[in-house]
């Protein structure tokens, strides 16, 4: 086929490249006309009509006209601008222009634009009100009577966040958006995810942080607004001077308001946006196209979720524990003693008796330094980092295979993927912008998508194919679709032969994963296990997603290698849309372990065993560096039980709540000799130091985070650290100065520019090349050409081949029959982890306040418990108190705690000490209890106006066919023929 | 051995260590901005000569009710209107090109001199006379000058109007066509087209300047 066509555009002949659509290409070719429905995220929604032109004699709307060859199209013209004209009037109809008192008027309103560049100076519709009041919740505000009805907050909703929740009414007298079944937002399926208030083209559906905040006009008084309003309208002689004063205005405000680039602190998924901040107020968060991991897209968290960095709650000054108290000290007393102790425990009982831990939420450059104190400074390898707790067993099992222990691909990849197995991954919940992906390219191109979980968690619930697997048991699983392809001869030959080792040896392994064995041990029928290896086979591309569902248990690393094992057999890796992802927890749990936060590798995932390698950092630090590996976290504890670990240094990490078996964990931290702790809140983990550091929050300073696709990207400082507060990097340059380190750093560019240069992996990366949006996936060469897709050519393994590794299935723990519950847990969208930050969040909390237990509807019945059942669950590591729901989300006797709490209900109360056998992860997910009720009856601890009790309605974007079918629509392009025609 | 605790004493801060050290900072500002300072100073004075300062304390006390007041009160009355026609008027005289319009205006003044000369006597005016007149080359001139200023009212000035509502120009639309076709790409790259032709705003000036008299 050919790539161009020929065209006539305006009496010129020109080349069009053919897959373009006509506005696309009338943009570049800059004969743009107006257009407020269209939008490069969402596409052609053919709501709006102003972008009429004329194709070959006839009116058309060029946002969804396809280009054939030899079209003549016209875009200038008397009767073209007439058809425009009536479209823009209908959409003032809708929409009041008092621009200058409106919150949204900061330059990117697209009516305002639109109305200038069009010259307009009048409305032939008059503006009337849609009857109907302002909708609201703690989130955003959709006022109708400003809705132009474009539906780009329902094509938002209906097929790029995919909640299915906003519709467009078009049966009513005067449409409007509604939400459901036309209730209140808050009683809605509405997860406020922010989608329609970014990319609606005006002040129609709007954060509640930019009300009466935004503009130097619009916070008056609600009484004073409408005559206001009404004396603009009177006084206007014409839009134009309307326009100039309001423009005037707007410009005024970006003298006020600040728009800074940043990365989000939650998820590995690396949304980033810009925050619009007034001093230290924040007002909204803006997305953009140009955001490499997701466009416009949020979740609550990444969009509302920023309270905290505010909050009362804030440390603010430093604190040293006296006796069983802490009080409020000055800098140089805290870092005084701080230094006086290291040095002493280090003189007394050499540096292995010291530990660091450092923080998947701080920055690269701070990992880079944590470790660079501990190994070059103190002297001892015992670094780690909380990947320890969740995703070292995939990284195994992807560098026994794969050489990297990294995303294969983008999150686009994970889009174009024919088929998406998701494993042991709460997606839509725990990486919500990245699900939107998966959920989209189900919805509208077709791509399949297969769930296995204990949960009917929302993914599962769209899945094309939903399988429960008994718990623990997806390595076997795995390894029988595997095997069953091969017995089908549906192995990729080709792909083992150029690019795999040990082959054989592997399928010999896979000898008794038979369809039998693996329906035994994982309850799942053999139909099933034939159709997920048939739609293996039949995709030319599958990418796997999977979790802690997978990590957390005793053989995590074994069943993660069984999923890459899995992808080798079938040829897919090596491909755009095929891969491994482990989909990442933190917002930089990635780089935390790049930049070398671990007991036995440097930055780049060099090992300290290596000498040249050792030899090159200590050139480079001038130091000597020890060279055995150090203690994880895991053996950390064991090492203070003891009584061969002192002293610690932790940041950035409620280890005291979030390692399993807490109650070890937090008599570990009562034997410390000296604990230090460092935070933005004073957390559980705090409770146990001796001294606790106030640190800053990503907004309040300079640095880079890599996401789950090992994307490299900047954040920066939007204000300055609250109190005494102060950045991570800075702590750990003047407590490593105190020790005699001598570093000099002025900002983390130049911590950034040395790490580079000591590391292969990314030696390439610099701030320059991460300006902006600009960003890059490792591993980066020193010219900065970057990586997307993972493996290209070879595997950075030995020959350049991968290694099908054979894996052996650890049963899960076993439990007395007295505990005969079993307890799924895991995150839930709202809240991250224990919830330090989002509790801050007012509209957070008020929609899920507290921890609760899912029951299902089976156990509710036979144990009498119902919405508010308070109970207790007892494993035999300690206990819970709970309130309970029953839903149909969670099977028989599994149940499903949330950690989003720090309190009485922390899962971690019941975890065991049990733990991978191959990373020392922590096996979270094997726990069993039993269960008695405390109080039969109780408030209920998710209230209604939780989004899990909406009602969503699906369906294809704004449904514009029903507009266009409504008696008093017609298309401007007949009216103008019309008109013409009778002239 | 080290045991959990929530119990966090806040610093007490010397009250007088506290005040001295603002003191110290508040002295440094003070000297950094010690021009500023000065020149504000003496502007304040003023002010407080004026009264000016306690007008806008009292002001800013009540600001919210004070603004509502005045924007009930303004929408309630002429003002409105009025604010609308000083508008026009600016944006009128805005179109006005006074380097065309001098010679325009000098001549008109020289006609009314002229007519003020005439003595009306009981002389006959006759065509002849009239035809003689034609003969005059100053009466020739005006006739020309006056002929340019009919061309321009004919003229379609449709575009350039800020009180015709958008109804008309759709109805009618053909009515802006001719000006579109040769304007429209070009004027869409001016900021606001308010460019009325100078013909028309010409002939607005007229009464204007006649009124001068």
């Excluded at chain 1, 425009?84 to 929409?95: K, V």
């Excluded at chain 1, 619009?218 to 309003?229: D, L, N, Q």
Aim: include cysteine; charge should be negative; glycine fraction near 8%.
């Amino acid at each position: 086929m050919n790539d161009h066509l020929e065209i006539t555009l305006n009496g010129t002949k020109q080349s069009v490249q053919n897959d373009v659509m006509l506005l696309s290409h009338l943009k570049e070719n800059g004969t743009e006309p107006p257009h407020l429905c269209y939008h490069e995220s969402l596409g052609a929604l053919e709501t709006c009509d102003a972008c009429i032109v004329k194709v070959n004699g006839e009116y058309v709307r060029s946002c969804s006209t396809t280009i054939n060859e030899g079209d003549v199209v016209e875009t200038v013209g008397d009767d073209i601008h007439e058809a425009q004209l009536i479209a823009m009037d209908r959409i003032l109809g809708n929409h009041e222009l008092y621009c200058t008192v409106c919150d949204f008027n900061n330059g990117n309103c697209e009516i305002h634009n639109t109305v200038k560049e069009m010259r307009i100076s009048h409305q032939d519709t008059p503006h009337t009100g849609k009857d109907h009041e302002v909708q609201r919740n703690a989130f955003y505000r959709y006022d109708p009577d400003q809705c132009i009805l474009c539906g780009r907050c329902v094509e938002a909703c209906q097929d790029l966040q995919v909640n299915e929740t906003l519709l467009i009414d078009w049966t009513l007298e005067r449409p409007r958006v509604i939400w459901d079944n036309d209730t209140t937002i808050d009683e809605s399926s509405c997860v406020n995810c922010g989608h329609c208030s970014t990319v609606c083209p005006c002040n129609a559906m709007m954060e509640v942080g930019m009300e009466g905040e935004a503009g130097f006009l619009t916070g008056m008084a609600e009484e004073t607004f409408r005559p206001m309003v009404d004396i603009t309208k009177d006084i206007e002689t014409g839009y134009g001077s309307l326009m100039a004063v309001s423009d005037v205005e707007a410009t005024m405000r970006e003298e006020r308001i600040k728009k800074t680039k940043t990365v989000c602190t939650y998820c590995g998924v690396g949304c980033s946006f810009d925050v619009w901040t007034k001093d230290r107020e924040i007002l909204k968060i803006e997305p953009q196209e140009e955001a490499p991991a997701n466009g416009i897209s949020t979740c609550v968290k990444g969009k509302f979720g920023w309270d905290f960095v505010n909050s009362e709650e804030r440390l603010t000054k430093p604190l040293i524990r006296e006796g069983d108290e802490f009080r409020e000290a000055e800098w140089e007393e805290a870092l005084y003693l701080i230094e006086k102790k290291f040095k002493e425990n280090r003189r007394e009982k050499g540096p292995d008796s010291l530990a660091f831990i450092s923080s998947s939420k701080c920055t690269n450059e701070e990992s880079y330094l944590m470790q660079k104190l501990a190994r070059g400074v103190i002297g001892t390898n015992n670094i780690d980092n909380c990947s320890r707790y969740c995703q070292s067993p995939a990284t195994m099992g992807l560098w026994r295979t794969v050489g990297y222990g990294g995303d294969s691909g983008g999150i686009g990849d994970i889009a174009q993927a024919d088929l998406v197995i998701s494993v042991g991954s709460n997606t839509a919940e725990s990486h919500p912008v990245l699900a939107t992906r998966v959920k989209r390219a189900q919805k509208l191109h077709g791509q399949k998508v297969i769930v296995a979980d204990l949960r009917e968690n929302e993914l599962a619930s769209r899945a094309d194919l939903f399988v429960r697997p008994a718990p623990g048991s997806d390595l076997v699983w795995l390894s029988a679709v595997t095997k069953y392809i091969i017995d089908q001869g549906w192995d990729d030959k080709a792909f083992l032969r150029d690019h795999v080792n040990d082959v054989d040896e592997y399928m010999a392994s896979l000898e008794k994963y038979t369809l039998e064995y693996a329906s035994d041990i994982t309850g799942m029928t053999k139909e099933e296990l034939i159709e997920i290896a048939t739609s293996i086979h039949e995709a030319r591309t599958t990418s796997i997603l999977w979790a802690m569902g997978i990590t957390q248990h005793g053989g995590g690393s074994d069943a993660s290698t069984a999923i890459s094992n899995l992808l080798l057999v079938t040829g897919n890796y090596m491909k755009p849309g095929a891969g491994a992802y482990p989909l990442r927890g933190h917002n930089n749990v990635q780089g935390a372990s790049d930049f070398g936060s671990m007991p036995d590798r440097f930055p780049g995932y060099q090992f300290v065993t290596d000498d040249d390698v050792r030899a090159r950092f200590e050139e480079n630090w001038s130091a000597e560096i020890p060279t055995e590996p150090g203690l994880n976290n895991h053996e950390m504890v064991d090492a203070i039980h003891e009584g061969n670990l002192d002293v610690l240094y932790l940041k950035g990490e409620d280890m005291g709540i979030v390692d399993s078996n807490i109650n070890y964990v937090q008599s570990a931290f009562e034997k410390l000799k000296f604990f230090v702790v460092q935070d933005i809140f004073f957390s559980k983990t705090c409770q146990y130091a001796d001294v606790v550091l106030p640190a800053s929050p990503s907004l309040e300073k300079d640095g880079t985070f890599v996401n789950t696709e090992r994307r490299f990207q900047r954040l920066y400082k939007v204000m300055d650290p609250l109190g005494q507060s102060r950045p991570d990097w800075e702590i750990i340059q003047e407590i490593a100065n105190r020790m005699g380190a001598g570093w000099d750093y002025s900002h983390p560019g130049e911590i950034m520019d040395e790490a580079a240069s000591l590391t292969p992996l990314f030696a390439g990366v610099s701030y320059d090349r991460l300006e902006g949006y600009d960003s890059l996936q490792w591993p980066v060469a020193e010219d900065g050409t970057d990586t997307p897709l993972l493996f290209e050519k070879e595997f950075p393994l030995p020959g350049g081949k991968a290694q099908l590794w054979p894996v052996e299935w650890t049963k899960p723990l076993e439990f007395e029959d007295q505990y005969d519950l079993h307890v799924n847990n895991g995150r839930i969208l709202e809240h991250f982890h224990e919830g330090n930050m989002t509790y801050k969040s007012d509209a957070i909390t008020g929609k899920t306040p507290e921890v609760f237990l899912e029951v299902s509807p089976q156990l509710a019945g036979e144990r009498k418990l119902e919405d508010g059942t308070k109970v207790r669950l007892t494993s035999p590591y300690g206990s819970v108190k709970v309130s309970c729901i029953v839903t149909d989300r969670v099977f028989g006797k599994q149940l499903y705690l949330p950690m989003n709490t720090a309190g009485e209900g922390a899962i971690n109360y019941l975890t065991s000490s049990h733990s991978d056998k191959d990373t020392d992860t922590p096996a979270y997910k094997e726990v069993s209890v039993k269960m008695e009720v405390l109080e039969p009856k109780g408030k209920s601890p998710l209230p209604k106006t939780n989004h899990r009790y909406g009602n969503p309605q699906p369906q294809i974007g704004v449904n514009v066919e029903e507009k266009w079918a409504r008696p008093d629509y017609i298309f401007p392009g007949d009216i103008v023929k019309a008109r013409r025609g009778d002239k | 051995m080290a045991k959990a605790t929530k119990v966090i004493h806040r610093m007490e801060t010397d009250p007088e260590v506290q005040h001295e050290r603002e003191i110290r900072e508040l002295e440094q500002l003070l000297t950094k901005h010690k021009e500023v300072l000065g020149d504000i100073l003496s502007i304040a004075d003023k002010m407080k000569d004026r009264d000016l300062l306690d007008m806008m304390d009292s002001g800013l006390g009540q600001s919210d009710r004070i603004i509502h007041r005045i924007v009930t009160a303004l929408n309630d009355s002429e003002t409105p209107q009025s604010i609308k026609n000083t508008l026009l008027l600016f944006q009128l005289l805005g179109t006005v090109n006074m380097t065309e319009i001098e010679p325009l205006v000098l001549k008109i003044n020289t006609g009314v001199s002229k007519a003020a000369e005439y003595e009306h006597s009981n002389k006959k005016a006759g065509y002849r006379g009239l035809l003689g007149a034609l003969k005059d080359p100053e009466v020739v001139e005006g006739v020309n000058v006056l002929l340019q200023i009919l061309k321009g009212l004919g003229t379609g000035v449709d575009e350039g109007e800020n009180i015709r509502p958008q109804t008309e120009r759709v109805q009618n639309s053909e009515r802006e066509v001719d000006e579109q076709k040769s304007n429209y790409e070009e004027d869409k790259k001016k900021p606001y087209g308010y460019a009325l032709a100078a013909g028309a705003g010409a002939l607005m000036m007229i009464p204007l300047v006649l009124l001068r008299k």
